[in-house]
């Protein structure tokens, strides 16, 4: 039984996509590009911690959501910013991997709750 945040597998990819997005953008010159998916990575594991310590089914599916929003959001911006020529299409294709990944473990969760 998921005793904490912590346990659940859908936070800890979240967390690993935060610590590659930001790796992958650290010298990334431009601040706004860089800020925005940052945030938006950063969104995901905070939604699913949040939601999962509200202590309502109905609330914690309401903060996956929120996540599964934050996660296309950076799906989003890796396609622009491999376009951009920010990252190569490897790299890029990574990202997407991961992030298909974590919302396929979201929507498992959310259904899950009902």
């Given at each position: 039984?998921?005793?904490?945040?912590?346990?659940?597998?859908?936070?800890?990819?979240?967390?690993?996509?935060?610590?590659?997005?930001?790796?992958?953008?650290?010298?990334?010159?431009?601040?706004?590009?860089?800020?925005?998916?940052?945030?938006?990575?950063?969104?995901?594991?905070?939604?699913?911690?949040?939601?999962?310590?509200?202590?309502?089914?109905?609330?914690?599916?309401?903060?996956?959501?929120?996540?599964?929003?934050?996660c296309?959001?950076?799906?989003?911006?890796?396609?622009?910013?491999?376009?951009?020529?920010?990252?190569?299409k490897?790299?890029r294709?990574?990202?997407?991997?991961?992030?298909?990944?974590?919302?396929?473990?979201?929507?498992?969760?959310?259904?899950?709750?009902?």
């Amino acid at each position: 039984m998921i005793q904490k945040f912590e346990d659940l597998i859908a936070w800890q990819k979240g967390q690993d996509l935060a610590v590659d997005i930001y790796t992958l953008f650290s010298i990334n010159k431009d601040y706004g590009f860089r800020n925005q998916i940052c945030d938006a990575v950063v969104s995901i594991s905070n939604n699913i911690a949040e939601g999962f310590e509200r202590g309502s089914k109905a609330s914690f599916a309401h903060f996956l959501k929120i996540s599964k929003g934050s996660c296309v959001e950076v799906k989003s911006m890796t396609h622009l910013a491999a376009r951009i020529k920010y990252i190569n299409k490897e790299e890029r294709d990574e990202i997407l991997e991961k992030c298909n990944e974590e919302l396929k473990i979201l929507n498992g969760l959310i259904k899950s709750l009902k």
